[in-house]
């Protein structure tokens, strides 16, 4: 069974910059593409960022495009969220989530995505 673990959240000033990391275990994740989501309060869980396990092609939402990368480290069953310029609007509980490919599309709404891990704070002061 697939299991993710989030860490890396905290709290940081308006500009600066966080690393978050999911560590993936419970699996094969060749066939899998990894995400990341975040919901604030009172807001729905939006998409941030995804990639593909096997070649890493990446995918941004609008709101983090330029701002934020998304990356893989095959070897120890991880992937990271480099955030940077962060924004207060940006603060939310961040979650990691895989989602096993069926083709090439990688859909970007909360409700494909099967496995969730238990999501990290990220909180950004002006």
């Known amino acids: 069974q697939v299991q993710l673990v989030e860490s890396g959240g905290g709290l940081v000033q308006a500009g600066g910059s966080l690393r978050l990391s999911c560590a993936a275990s419970?699996?094969?994740?060749?066939?899998?593409?990894m995400g990341w989501f975040r919901q604030a309060p009172g807001k729905e869980r939006e998409f941030v960022a995804t990639?593909?396990?096997?070649?890493?092609?990446?995918y941004y939402g609008d709101s983090v495009k330029g701002r934020c990368t998304i990356s893989r480290d095959n070897a120890k069953n991880t992937v990271y969220l480099q955030m940077n310029s962060l924004k207060p609007e940006d603060t939310a509980i961040y979650y990691c989530?895989?989602?096993?490919?069926?083709?090439?599309?990688?859909?970007?709404?909360?409700?494909?995505?099967?496995?969730w891990g238990q999501g990290t704070q990220v909180t950004v002061s002006s």
């Open positions: 990639i593909t396990w096997s070649i890493g092609r990446t």
């Open positions: 419970g699996g094969s994740f060749s066939s899998y593409a």
């Open positions: 989530a895989a989602h096993r490919l069926r083709g090439l599309v990688v859909p970007t709404t909360p409700a494909s995505w099967g496995t």
